[in-house]
């Protein structure tokens, strides 16, 4: 009997032809009519770094749309179910949480994320229904991990291992039971597009190359019978892979619609209408065979692999007499018995024993694997609410960011050679423009209140009601690779920061105002730059020199995101007269 382990909501949506209406979502998509176009696994297909060699692949602004409204049907659904259960909904104070993946390293990203969800109808039904986006989706499993029978001091490398990525969190366990739970980052959260959904598009190329060889005889095109054909029995035999029940079962011979009664197909290995069928004499490798799906298992399986291993060996550079005790894995694809095995027998026995940190490191599935990452949310904003403390006090940077600035020229400096240089007529000092000041960088373990960095402006008297304005980067190069200035390759402009200063309070003191000063009179403004790095955004704050704040959130500082999608080397280009030195002009 194969173990039922498909019991997921499928992110699928179903649209009604020509007019490209919603017409079902969830489990509710039926794939038997040919005016119907059904999509899923598109999640990926966000991330505009994920490369999808596919001729058909969708594109960024479809993914986007399958997106919001896969959401807007999630939401009518909410919103019909509580409002029949429970009195005066739209008034309650309701809080909305949503998780993203480890992949996406771009905080402009999830400022767009945001605004999807938003049109999608959440934190839209009452004046106090509230949306937020909370950990990532390898934070929020820790948190869940980190909830079971664990002990302070513990060292837990988290493996969250679902659909369409695959993330990675090493912490350790900073609390004793019955307190709080805190939590320490030992190493950057990393993700990677590894999960189920790749072996299913695996497959789902195996089946179209069977199925193209009898194409004249099919109702529909072979993509669209290869989807029909992998329901339900392809999904729980391969869910169930691994466990003592499907290891009796060879092969899954697979129905393919709309063929005539009787067809077979040697070629194709097609017998009744069967691909795949187990008695048809010399024919070759059947699909789905154990070992055809064997072998696409272990493609994710070593990489998979591969990611843990780069989070034990950065840990092992970062604390060499540290040990792991627990590997927990989670997720729809963590939760398979056969991936367990292998990860089990590769750091027990294989390759992987011979890592310095592992000696002592068991390998466990958690308890519903499926649902750690939601759970961990809310475990962790009750925490937050209700003890008023966070989980995470510090977070491991897993990007370096900077501002755009000028920095005083120095020619004994390297990184000044070659650049340009402009001669400043108010104090005679000469500045190298389009500098990059990296105000954290990745591997920094950064407080849960936000870096600070002081800056300095000069403006001219007649201007101080101009928007101030700079811009922010990013980087995920090694700190020893980063760039020093626009100009180089490595980093890409992340977003503009813009506000009003005057009347804020901040340090402006007006210059060469006295007789004997040459150079023309201007303003120079002191305040200090406060950037909050969230578990997946950036936020940011104005503070003058006494840490009094100027304006708090993007509501009175304007934010303008850059679209992750844009070339590199066009998003560093432009200046700002923001110069980087406390002590400066």
Known sequence: MINELANKVPTTLEYAQPQNAIKAWGFLCEQESEDLDVVSCFKLHLDPAFMDRRP???????ARKWFQ????CLHDHIRETFSNISPRWGSQKTEFIFSVPTTWKNPSMIAETERLVRRAGFGTDGPDHRTRIGLTEAEAAAVYASKQQYEKDDVILVCDAGGGTTDVNVLKIVSSRGEATRLQQLSWVEGRPIGSTQIDMKFHGMICERLDQIRNH???EPNNVAEKMMQGRFERFKCSYGTAASSSMPSLPLEVPGLPFGFSSA???IEN???GARNMPGLGIKIPSREDLRNVFNTQIDRILALTDEQLDRLSKKYPDLQVSWLVLSGGLGSSSYVKQCISSYYGSGIGSTKSNVKQMRTLTIGEPQLAVVQGLVMERIQTVSRGNQIFEERCCRSSYGIICMEEYNPNWDRHIGQKVILDQRDGKKWAVDQIQWFVKQGQNVSSNGVLRPFTIKIKPGQEDDLWQTHVVMSSAPTEQLPSNIN??????????????????VDMKLKNRHWYNRGEKYFRLRFDVKVVLGAADLKFVLQTKDQRTISDGHDAIQVVW?????????????KAAVYPAPDGP
Request: charged share 35%.
């Open 56 to 62: 058909d692949a969708p594109k960024l602004e479809d």
């Open 69 to 72: 409204d896969y959401l807007y």
């Open 218 to 220: 099919l109702l529909e």
């Open 267 to 269: 070629n194709a290995q």
């Open 273 to 275: 209408c069967m691909l």
């Open 488 to 505: 180089q390759t490595g980093a890409e402009r992340l977003c503009d920061v813009a506000a009003v200063l005057k009347d804020k309070g």
């Open 562 to 574: 850059e679209a992750p999608r844009e070339n590199a080397a066009d998003k560093t280009q432009g």
